[in-house]
T-cell receptor, first 112, second 119 residues
Framework: DAKTTQPPSMDCAEGRAANLPCNHS???????VYWYRQIHSQGPQYIIH???NNETNEMASLIITEDRKSSTLILPHATLRDTAVYYC?????????????FGTGTRLQVTL | ETGVTQTPRHLVMGMTNKKSLKCEQH?????MYWYKQSAKKPLELMFV???????ENNSVPSRFSPECPNSSHLFLHLHTLQPEDSALYLC??????????????????FGPGTRLTVL
């Protein structure tokens, strides 16, 4: 699986957009970009994934650059409940039960 | 609520004890996973089960023994653990491939975890 690089921490004011970057310069053509988050002492929660097109769901938007070497997760209106560690994971869809390799992620602190 | 439950939520055990962690999923998934999260470390995959068969053992010591009697239940049997095994143990499940819908794309649903302390 391709390696990802994320900033260790970020701050965001409540109500503003949180933009979390991820670099994955060695991504292969068949690898997807996944985002999960983990609120303190809970299990990780799936947020969104994409291959090459931008994606949006009720939680967030995922913007993937044209060369697919980086992506940005956007939380459009961050709330205090969005304070968590956000993980960017690159993984091929292998067709079997497959593991996710979590890095250290970005710790997002949303403040008043 | 993710549809994945874990019991107990907290466990304290001595190094000579034998205990088991239980995971149950109500999502109709056929793949289940055990992860370990030590303090200030990334999640580490321990085991993967696909249709009740173990497909991955990530070099886990034999004092951890998984069991998957059916696609809905996953156990982690613990014996003669060490204090450094203290961690949050997380179970997850996912759809197998070939199913329709977005959830086939490696979307794993995690339980709340069991906080294990080994004295």
């Amino acid at each position: 699986d391709a390696k990802t690089t994320q900033p260790p921490s970020m701050d965001c004011a409540e109500g503003r957009a949180a933009n979390l970057p991820c670099n994955h310069s060695t991504i292969s053509g068949n690898e997807y970009v996944y985002w999960y988050r983990q609120i303190h002492s809970q299990g990780p929660q799936y947020i969104i994934h994409g291959l090459k097109n931008n994606e949006t769901n009720e939680m967030a938007s995922l913007i993937i650059t044209e060369d697919r070497k980086s992506s940005t997760l956007i939380l459009p209106h961050a709330t205090l409940r969005d304070t968590a560690v956000y993980y960017c994971i690159v993984r091929a869809f292998t067709g079997t039960a497959s593991k996710l390799t979590f890095g250290t992620g970005t710790r997002l602190q949303v403040t008043l | 609520e993710t549809g994945v439950t874990q019991t107990p939520r907290h466990l304290v055990m001595g190094m000579t004890n034998k205990k088991s962690l239980k995971c149950e999923q109500h999502l109709g998934h056929n793949a289940m996973y055990w992860y370990k999260q030590s303090a200030k470390k990334p999640l580490e995959l321990m085991f993967v089960y696909n249709f009740k068969e173990q497909t991955e053992n990530n070099s886990v010591p034999s004092r951890f023994s998984p069991e998957c009697p059916n696609s809905s239940h996953l156990f982690l049997h613990l014996h003669t653990l060490q204090p450094e095994d203290s961690a949050l143990y997380l179970c997850a499940s996912s759809h197998p491939t070939g199913t329709s819908g977005r959830t086939s794309y490696n979307e794993q649903f995690f339980g709340p975890g069991t906080r294990l302390t080994v004295l």
